[in-house]
């Protein structure tokens, strides 16, 4: 099977969406697919990419950390008809998502979209960030399912979500891979010798981008509250990001920051490394769609200590493999962290994550997508517009250019309908009970 996959963020970006898509490429080719990844051209990209075809890209927006692909699709034509794809993967719902659609409509193929990311999480990197900003954003992948023959999400609370939202209702769930194998040894004493960490200290660990969205400020009052209760304990944070200094200035203020130890991002073996110098996993973040980093830390054998969200609820079992707390209590996340720091608390529940990291094997859920892949192939038929030229082509483009008008005026039309929901009076009929709007005098 040929397939092309379309991503707004890729190597050398370090991120849950960009290490799911080369985890990805790399077991369906492995299993004999050919995959090709349309991606923006980065900073630092890795050099002979044969199976990459990138676009020019405008670098980290507004200050994030991703990219934004400014796509030409003149010059994807020639590549695309060379690789002669048999389904289209997106992997976003705008930007290169929207090229990703016209190309499906252009040649006739079977378009797949995976909703990895909660976008209205991420609105405060767009100026004018709003309330109807985070709308638009949700809006946005909903009606985008819509264009779609079939999705994918990463978890089933996710499904639950995006079927309750009125997407499309053609989901698959099918998480993000990894590669349990990797993770399983490391050099555990690597990263304390470096960082000066005592052996046999009990390290509370975490991994990911220090981002806003990521909750990050009360994981550090957790963990401090934690570390004030156990002396010999240490913070050890993976990763880079703009909530570093804001986290360090907290740690200060708790009067632990001698014993939190930041590392920058880490990829390859030091990266699996810095997990195993970890004896229990911090995670905090509402925004995720399954939690990558929770899997990994897992296949570590890290019990896991979060909060109840979607995304990360099908991963821990409280009490089994880790802790699962109702919502945001720093007091009661201290706690469980300094249980954990008794053996016998933590032997069962070490093991028992690692064979709930197992379930999410990368080469298992390559086979999930492989099956999404089918059946969207099954639902049309063996006609593609590749085999076209001339006046025929052309008419599949406009085609496709009316189907992207048509998914917008939808979208604007679902936008204007929820802030009129948000904003009529309540004299207004259908107003819902209890909104405090006065009628007119």
Same mark, same amino acid.
């Given at each position: 099977?040929?397939?092309?996959?379309?991503?707004?963020?890729?190597?050398?970006?370090?991120?849950?969406?960009?290490?799911?898509?080369?985890?990805?490429?790399?077991?369906? !080719?492995?299993?004999?697919?050919?995959?090709?990844?349309?991606?923006?051209?980065?900073?630092? !990209?890795?050099?002979?990419?044969?199976?990459?075809?990138?676009?020019?890209?405008? !670098?980290?927006?507004?200050?994030?950390?991703?990219?934004?692909?400014?796509?030409?699709?003149?010059?994807?034509?020639?590549?695309?008809?060379?690789?002669?794809?048999?389904?289209?993967?997106?992997?976003?719902?705008?930007?290169?998502?929207?090229?990703?659609?016209?190309?499906?409509?252009?040649?006739?193929?079977?378009?797949?979209?995976?909703?990895?990311?909660?976008?209205?999480?991420?609105?405060?990197?767009? &100026?004018?960030?709003?309330?109807?900003?985070?709308?638009?954003?949700?809006?946005?992948?909903?009606?985008?399912?819509?264009?779609?023959?079939?999705?994918?999400?990463?978890?089933?609370?996710?499904?639950?979500?995006?079927?309750?939202?009125?997407?499309?209702?053609?989901?698959?769930?099918? &998480?993000?891979?990894?590669?349990?194998?990797?993770?399983?040894?490391?050099?555990?004493?690597?990263?304390?010798?470096?960082?000066?960490?005592?052996?046999?200290?009990?390290?509370?660990?975490?991994?990911?981008?220090?981002?806003?969205?990521?909750?990050?400020?009360? %994981?550090?009052?957790?963990?401090?509250?934690?570390?004030?209760?156990?002396?010999?304990?240490?913070? %050890?944070?993976?990763?880079?990001?703009?909530?570093?200094?804001?986290? !360090?200035?907290?740690?200060?203020?708790?009067?632990?920051?001698?014993?939190?130890?930041?590392?920058?991002?880490?990829?390859?073996?030091?990266?699996?490394?810095?997990?195993?110098?970890?004896?229990?996993?911090?995670?905090?973040?509402?925004?995720?769609?399954?939690?990558?980093?929770?899997?990994?830390?897992?296949?570590?054998?890290?019990?896991?200590?979060?909060?109840?969200?979607?995304?990360?609820?099908?991963?821990?079992?409280?009490?089994?493999?880790?802790?699962?707390?109702?919502?945001?209590?720093?007091?009661?996340?201290?706690?469980?962290?300094?249980?954990?720091?008794?053996?016998?608390?933590?032997?069962?529940?070490?093991?028992?994550?690692?064979?709930?990291?197992?379930?999410?094997?990368?080469?298992?859920?390559?086979?999930?997508?492989?099956?999404?892949?089918?059946?969207?192939?099954?639902?049309?038929?063996?006609?593609?517009?590749?085999?076209?030229?001339?006046?025929?082509?052309?008419?599949?483009?406009?085609?496709?250019?009316?189907?992207?008008?048509?998914?917008?005026?939808?979208?604007?039309?679902?936008?204007?309908?929820?802030?009129?929901?948000?904003?009529?009076?309540?004299?207004?009929?259908?107003?819902?009970?209890?909104?405090?709007?006065?009628?007119?005098?």
């Amino acid at each position: 099977m040929n397939v092309l996959m379309f991503t707004n963020t890729y190597a050398p970006i370090v991120g849950g969406v960009s290490e799911s898509v080369q985890r990805l490429k790399a077991q369906l !080719q492995l299993a004999g697919h050919e995959v090709l990844i349309v991606a923006p051209r980065l900073e630092g !990209q890795p050099l002979g990419e044969d199976d990459v075809v990138r676009v020019v890209a405008m !670098q980290h927006f507004n200050g994030s950390d991703f990219s934004l692909p400014v796509p030409i699709p003149g010059q994807l034509i020639e590549a695309v008809e060379a690789f002669d794809p048999d389904v289209v993967h997106s992997h976003h719902p705008f930007l290169l998502g929207d090229t990703a659609a016209r190309v499906a409509d252009t040649y006739g193929l079977p378009l797949v979209f995976t909703h990895h990311t909660l976008y209205e999480h991420y609105t405060h990197y767009v &100026p004018g960030d709003s309330p109807l900003m985070q709308r638009f954003a949700k809006a946005l992948a909903t009606e985008y399912s819509h264009m779609c023959d079939e999705v994918i999400a990463p978890s089933a609370s996710i499904r639950d979500m995006l079927i309750e939202r009125g997407a499309n209702a053609s989901i698959s769930v099918v &998480p993000s891979g990894v590669d349990v194998a990797r993770f399983a040894t490391g050099n555990a004493q690597a990263w304390r010798e470096r960082l000066g960490i005592p052996k046999g200290s009990y390290v509370i660990g975490h991994l990911g981008r220090l981002a806003r969205e990521k909750n990050l400020l009360f %994981l550090t009052e957790s963990v401090g509250r934690a570390l004030r209760r156990l002396p010999e304990a240490h913070f %050890l944070v993976v990763g880079s990001g703009d909530a570093r200094e804001a986290m !360090q200035n907290l740690a200060e203020e708790l009067g632990i920051a001698e014993r939190v130890h930041f590392t920058g991002s880490l990829q390859g073996p030091t990266l699996v490394d810095a997990y195993h110098a970890m004896d229990v996993f911090a995670f905090a973040s509402h925004s995720e769609t399954q939690g990558m980093v929770i899997a990994e830390a897992m296949a570590t054998g890290l019990p896991v200590v979060a909060v109840d969200a979607p995304g990360v609820r099908e991963m821990i079992i409280d009490e089994r493999n880790g802790r699962l707390l109702a919502r945001d209590d720093a007091e009661a996340m201290a706690q469980a962290l300094v249980e954990l720091s008794d053996t016998e608390r933590h032997r069962p529940m070490a093991a028992a994550a690692r064979r709930m990291a197992e379930a999410v094997d990368e080469a298992r859920c390559a086979e999930g997508c492989l099956a999404v892949y089918r059946r969207a192939i099954a639902k049309g038929g063996p006609y593609t517009h590749a085999d076209e030229g001339g006046w025929d082509r052309m008419r599949a483009r406009l085609g496709a250019e009316w189907r992207m008008l048509r998914h917008r005026g939808r979208l604007l039309k679902h936008l204007v309908q929820e802030e009129w929901d948000q904003e009529r009076p309540s004299w207004w009929p259908g107003r819902r009970e209890g909104e405090s709007e006065l009628p007119p005098k």
